[in-house]
């Protein structure tokens, strides 16, 4: 299934479904609003793009109300063009050291629970978040998995030089950015990916924050803060403070317990939740790496 975005992409009001954990809805997030679009987000999706698509996500709402997925298809749609094969490579090395985050499963379904919904109907909102637990539960899971592979807990020599190649690039500009004077696409998605190591501390963010060999990546994260200010997901700013940075605001303490309500029915339901989960699995599987700039009608 492989269909092209035919109507405007909205400008306001937009809506965007994910959690801010993760990297690719921080670059959609960031993209709208390094656009001055405002936007809001909700931590479950609608039926029907649960439906098709499980818990890809991030998916942003276009204005004949079909819905459009993968990070880079939305970007693409604002005007940012899409990463280059070897960036989007030097990218997922980046990357390379988040499986750490289920190190602690108390903190992980911790942090979640602290991820704000900002559906405008209370009721929808207490709904998305007593669902998020099965987003949380496939997460964690797969993240679990994730790391039996040797690869994916590399040593902290090694995460220095997945991070190396950005350093280098930043030297070789001659510019605040990656791409010039002011932040494009591939700052967009390598800032999205600090923000991924900071919203969950893992080592990555650690080497990032200490290697002598990173003072220009580092220079660069303080750049993209001030580039961003206001930005209401930044996990980074707790370790590169700058004015006017502030932290991600936190879910109510109703939404809270709505969260670990949810979480009790998924295990008291365990028969029904485990099955469900390999099932999304398998539906990311397909949608994710197959199905290219899909609308959901």
Aim: one cysteine or more.
């Amino acid at each position: 299934m492989k269909l092209t975005v035919e109507t405007e992409v909205p400008q306001k009001d937009v809506v965007v479904y994910g959690g801010d954990h993760s990297p690719w809805v921080q670059a959609v997030l960031l993209g709208l609003h390094l656009k001055h679009v405002s936007y809001r987000v909700h931590s479950f999706p609608p039926r029907k793009v649960f439906r098709f698509s499980g818990v890809l996500m991030p998916a942003l709402r276009l204005n004949d109300d079909s819905w459009l997925l993968q990070s880079q298809d939305i970007l693409e749609a604002y005007g940012y063009g899409r990463l280059e094969r070897d960036d989007f490579r030097a990218l997922l090395k980046a990357l390379v050291g988040g499986a750490h985050r289920v190190d602690s499963t108390i903190r992980f379904w911790r942090l979640w629970s602290w991820v704000a919904d900002e559906h405008r109907n209370p009721f929808v909102r207490l709904r998305n978040v007593m669902f998020r637990p099965f987003l949380v539960l496939y997460f964690n899971v797969a993240l679990t998995r994730l790391k039996q592979v040797p690869q994916a807990l590399p040593s902290l020599i090694q995460i220095r030089e997945n991070y190396l190649p950005w350093q280098q690039a930043l030297e070789e500009t001659g510019t605040p950015f990656l791409d010039g004077d002011k932040p494009g696409l591939r700052d967009i998605y390598l800032f999205a990916a600090v923000q991924l190591h900071a919203s969950m501390p893992v080592p990555p963010m650690d080497v990032l924050c200490t290697d002598p060999e990173l003072d220009r990546l580092r220079a660069w994260v303080y750049e993209m803060q001030k580039a961003c200010v206001g930005y209401r997901h930044m996990y980074s700013v707790k370790y590169f403070p700058v004015d006017g940075g502030v932290q991600p605001d936190r879910s109510s303490l109703c939404e809270r317990a709505g969260f670990w309500l949810g979480s009790a029915l998924i295990l008291l339901l365990a028969p029904i939740t485990v099955p469900w989960v390999r099932k999304k699995m398998g539906m990311v599987r397909r949608n994710g790496l197959i199905v290219r700039s899909v609308r959901i009608e």
